[in-house]
């Protein structure tokens, strides 16, 4: 019988939810693996959907987190892109079939035969797998990102999903250019990501928001250029044709013909949030303008490598409250009402207890 890791986290049993202490072990660390100590984990939104099991695929128990850094203590025997003592970290995926297209193309998030996705995922050996709400990570290593070593590890965690998530569209359709108009849609976890990423790829930046509240910051504190509230048809008509791309963050659901009519002719508006209702898409927004309705999930694992090193190079750390692990539960009751500003980080390393 193959040896195992012993490792400690924190489950969700069953859909309500609820995350409690389990003992369970990891694979031992192959040839080509990397284990390291998890030292912080952020909380996604997707984590609070998955343990509520709300997209219907829940695998219980479920030990959720897919924005894992650490230190990495011990390296297969073919590993050559990391030893003993490298900071690392693993996002949302841990393994594809490396086959396919997609893989060929470092586009493994599109893996034709599916990407095995950090924790709720069926590993190519059968196993269930497992994520960073725990003390010990294993990971192939063409799935491990480096950690630039002297970038902030706790603030930083987030970046390897809500990161990654709005970095990838702004380069893989053209909105990263300089000069350029966009728009983002929601300053919440992943808008404020946005915003800073833009902005330091010295795009003009709109936020694009319900809540007028959140004026002043998004201009005064993240940097923004303007500010749009998407329930005041003045504002919207005032600022229409004036946009290059959006970047739609929202999850809830929410009409898109409004932000079809901010976009320039050959405008393209990126959907990264994930509504539970279909959108409407009238056909003459698309046509009179040529233009894009399109979406984007994360990034391959190439990309999420240059986006942390672009992201150290300019400083670019989303904002976050570090906590406990053993307040993740009210963590998630906060999340859930967007408590939050604008990400929790797991600060596993120092409040995980094993015991």
């Known amino acids: 019988m193959a040896k195992t890791v012993k490792a400690a986290g924190w489950a969700a049993r069953d859909s309500s939810g609820h995350l409690s202490p389990l003992k369970f072990d990891r694979r031992q660390t192959g040839d080509r693996d990397v284990q390291f100590k998890v030292l912080y984990c952020?909380?996604?939104?997707?984590?609070?959907?998955?343990i509520k099991n709300e997209w219907g695929f829940a695998q219980f128990p479920m030990i959720p987190g897919h924005e894992i850094v650490g230190v990495v203590t011990e390296v297969g025997s073919k590993v050559t892109k990391f030893k003993v003592g490298d900071k690392?970290?693993?996002?949302?995926?841990?393994?594809?079939c490396r086959k396919c297209d997609q893989c060929a193309k470092d586009l493994e998030n599109y893996c034709s035969g599916g990407a095995i996705f950090t924790y709720n995922s069926v590993d190519l050996d059968g196993s269930v797998t497992y994520g960073g709400y725990s003390d010990v990570m294993v990971s192939v290593e063409d799935f491990v990102i480096r950690w630039p070593e002297n970038f902030l590890m706790d603030k930083g965690a987030p970046l390897l999903c809500a990161g990654i998530t709005t970095y990838s569209p702004l380069r893989s359709f053209g909105l990263d250019k300089p000069g350029l108009s966009l728009g983002v849609v929601g300053l919440g976890g992943l808008g404020h990501?946005?915003?800073k990423f833009a902005k330091a790829l010295?795009?003009?930046?709109?936020i694009i928001s319900t809540s007028a509240g959140k004026k002043a910051e998004a201009i005064e504190k993240l940097g923004a250029d303007a500010f749009l509230i998407s329930r005041e048809p003045a504002d919207l008509a005032a600022a229409a044709g004036t946009l290059d791309g959006i970047i739609d963050t929202v999850s809830a659901p929410h009409p898109i013909q409004p932000l079809l009519n901010l976009l320039k002719p050959d405008g393209k508006l990126i959907v990264v949030g994930l509504p539970d209702k279909p959108f409407e898409v009238p056909a003459f927004s698309l046509v009179m303008g040529r233009?894009?309705?399109a979406g984007s999930m994360i990034g391959g694992i190439k990309e999420t490598q240059e986006m942390i090193d672009f992201a150290a190079k300019h400083n670019i750390l989303p904002?976050?409250?570090i906590v406990s692990m053993?307040?993740?539960?009210?963590?998630?009751?906060?999340?859930a009402v967007g408590d939050v500003k604008y990400r929790f980080v797991l600060d596993i390393g120092n409040t995980l207890k094993a015991e």
Do not use: P
């Not at 010295?202 to 709109?206: D, E, Q, S």
């Open 319 to 321: 904002d976050v409250e």
């Open 291 to 293: 233009k894009i309705v």
């Open 88 to 96: 690392v970290g693993v996002g949302c995926m841990v393994n594809s």
């Open 326 to 335: 053993d307040y993740v539960n009210k963590a998630m009751e906060r999340l």
């Open 42 to 50: 952020g909380i996604c939104h997707s984590d609070l959907h998955s």
């Open 202 to 206: 010295g795009l003009n930046v709109t």
């Open 193 to 195: 990501v946005a915003v």
